[in-house]
């Protein structure tokens, strides 16, 4: 079984086998994205169905949200009703100790975004990472069959995390996922995690080599355009253990679009 992984480093030779043999892969194409899938895709368990209903019916409809009190969340435009244009939270990349901590490091900086520590080999045991990475879903590794919201949730106690698989990048998917950016930056206060499936031709995060089949976690920390962009951070920076890193900014800004095209078969976590 191979689980939605931080698989940073494929060989080339395996990039040219998948292009020569599917043709140029699309990361929207939910067809070529299905038939190479082997993540079970556990059901959400009753609590979280229903903490993810709680948490979309307290997402403003077009109307006014109660200012954010954190000093660490920075807006513009913040005046008038509904979330203001562009919020983020305060920026705190780190580079992944090896080249399958992506998972680690994400859910180190998400949890020291709002003041909590925890290393990436503490999170990395909690989490149950091997050298194939971190699970998106299954393994019986942790209550809820998600590792990486459990531990969110078991070291923090700001924002109930909640797993949202996201199929393939439609238009609702996209909606979906600007609604959800905006409600945890700027109302509650806390980041998001994404978990990146960039293939051979299709969009990649900033940096990564487009040849390249990689299985990728990533702290999600603001937006931009009201929730037309996103701003994350990525832990391939820095990381010695991965050759391709210096290519990689520490903080980079997305169409939303794409980084919902770029998680779709996977998903995110907020």
Request: charged letters at 15%; one cysteine or more.
């Amino acid at each position: 079984m191979r689980p939605a992984i931080c698989r940073v480093a494929l060989a080339t030779a395996l990039a040219i086998f998948l292009l020569g043999s599917t043709g140029t892969a699309r990361a929207d194409d939910s067809a070529w994205k299905a038939a190479h899938d082997t993540d079970p895709h556990l059901p959400l368990t009753p609590e979280q169905v229903e903490m993810t209903a709680e948490k979309r019916a307290a997402e403003p409809q077009g109307g006014d949200v109660a200012p954010s009190l954190d000093p660490y969340v920075v807006c513009a435009s913040c005046s008038g009703g509904g979330y203001p244009s562009s919020a983020h939270l305060a920026a705190n990349q780190t580079s992944q100790a090896t080249s399958y901590y992506c998972g680690p490091a994400s859910v180190h900086e998400a949890l020291g975004t709002i003041g909590i520590s925890l290393s990436q080999s503490a999170a990395a045991t909690k989490l149950h990472t091997t050298s194939d990475g971190t699970a998106w879903s299954g393994g019986g590794t942790s209550p809820s069959g998600y590792p990486v919201p459990d531990v969110l949730n078991r070291n923090q106690g700001r924002n109930y995390y909640v797993p949202q698989p996201v199929p393939n990048a439609t238009s609702n998917a996209i909606s979906t996922f600007k609604g959800d950016l905006k409600m945890d930056v700027y109302a509650i206060r806390a980041p998001l995690v994404g978990d990146a499936w960039e293939v051979p031709g299709g969009p990649h995060l900033v940096g990564h080599p487009t040849n390249r089949e990689i299985f990728h976690w990533f702290e999600i920390r603001g937006y931009q355009n009201s929730g037309g962009s996103t701003m994350y951070e990525d832990s391939v920076h820095g990381a010695n253990s991965i050759s391709w890193s210096g290519s990689v900014p520490p903080y980079s800004t997305l169409a939303s679009s794409t980084i919902v095209t770029i998680i779709s078969g996977r998903g995110y976590v907020w």
